[in-house]
């Protein structure tokens, strides 16, 4: 295995392009791989992959991941909306086949180390004696939130040289300056299995989750409408409901698999002080032993807030923030910091008192 060799994930983006080029700066021998995950060649990123490439003089291979894609991403995505919750497909893909995959390429290819675009960074703690996710420089553009479900094997032998970067615009510059077709290319913004972002129509062709008409109910269990199906709706929606005649607007607070009911209140319900995170990844330590204060994120675009973050008896835990918080959902990923470094996250599994 070479210390000096890096197979970089490249995405057909200006990201991972410029990933290429501070790595090459940087004495690394490098390699690029995209992963066959669903639509790579369709939408031209292959061929803007190929094309960096080969400005930039380097090996580049498509990997095979789609088996590994639709078996961890796909089919857990319609089963998260079948039990009535909202997933985020990008966190459960980054650490089961993104780098997973990726590492696997490495050792076939002889690299020491995978890399990719992400703002973030990687760092080793003599005392702790554990590899660390920090935050990007990035304010703007830090993705550590997406990424808190990483080993400590994956963490080891990945790289994120953007993670150093402090504008977007530096990048591109970057990119451009080096004559790469991917300088000006539009960041995606996509679900890359859901190119036109219609996730109910994509749940429906599946075959997985049937949309099924039930009432809108009031926390009291009053009927109030009817609606088209529990995947239609999230917490916190008002848009698109179709109920009238109440005295106030009306705000979705949860969703009832059990009785395919959507229930409906006044926005001053949607927040909360407490949830409860269950499929937990701790990176700054093993495991949580005591309460400890730190902050948290419970959307990837959220601004953090200071919580008490405390260890349940059954490997969950349980997080009191100082302030209610709005529109908290079961399914999404509540990730824990301390100043840029990431402490760990779960699952939001419970919702309120």
């Not at 490495?106 to 973030?120: Q, W």
């Not at 973050?309 to 999404?332: I, M, N, Y």
Request: charged share 25%; proline share 4%; hydrophobic share 40%.
């Amino acid at each position: 295995m070479e210390d000096r060799r890096v197979l970089v994930g490249m995405s057909g983006g200006v990201d991972s392009s410029a990933c290429v080029l501070l790595l090459q700066r940087a004495g690394y021998e490098v390699q690029g791989v995209m992963l066959d995950l669903c639509s790579g060649k369709a939408s031209g990123s292959e061929d803007d992959a190929r094309a960096v490439a080969r400005r930039l003089a380097i090996p580049f291979t498509v990997y095979p991941a789609r088996e590994a894609f639709f078996a961890c991403v796909v089919d857990d995505f319609v089963a998260e909306y079948r039990a009535g919750r909202t997933p985020n497909p990008c966190i459960q893909c980054n650490p089961t086949v993104k780098f997973a995959k990726m590492l696997e390429a490495a050792d076939r290819l002889c690299c020491g180390f995978i890399a990719t675009g992400h703002y973030a960074r990687v760092a080793y703690d003599e005392t702790r004696r554990r590899w660390l996710l920090k935050k990007g420089r990035s304010a703007r553009k830090d993705q550590s939130y997406v990424l808190y479900r990483l080993s400590q094997e994956q963490l080891s032998r990945t790289l994120m040289p953007l993670g150093e970067m402090t504008d977007k615009d530096e990048v591109r510059a970057l990119a451009e300056d080096a004559g790469l077709v991917t300088a000006r290319k539009k960041d995606s913004q996509d679900i890359c299995f859901l190119p036109d972002g219609d996730y109910t129509a994509f749940l429906q062709r599946s075959g997985g989750v049937a949309l099924t008409p039930g009432d809108f109910v009031d926390e009291a269990g009053r009927v109030l409408g009817r609606h088209r199906g529990l995947a239609c709706y999230t917490t916190g929606q008002r848009k698109g409901l179709g109920v009238g005649g109440s005295a106030y607007p009306l705000y979705v607070l949860g969703k009832d698999a059990a009785r395919n009911a959507v229930v409906l209140g006044p926005e001053e319900r949607l927040y909360a002080r407490r949830l409860v995170v269950e499929d937990v990844n701790w990176i700054a330590f093993e495991t949580l032993t005591e309460p400890v204060r730190c902050t948290a994120k419970t959307r990837y675009s959220q601004s953090e807030a200071a919580v008490t973050l405390s260890p349940l008896p059954d490997g969950r835990a349980a997080a009191v923030f100082d302030a209610p918080q709005r529109a908290l959902t079961c399914g999404q990923s509540a990730v824990f910091y301390d100043g840029d470094t990431v402490l760990g996250g779960g699952i939001i599994c419970a919702v309120g008192d």
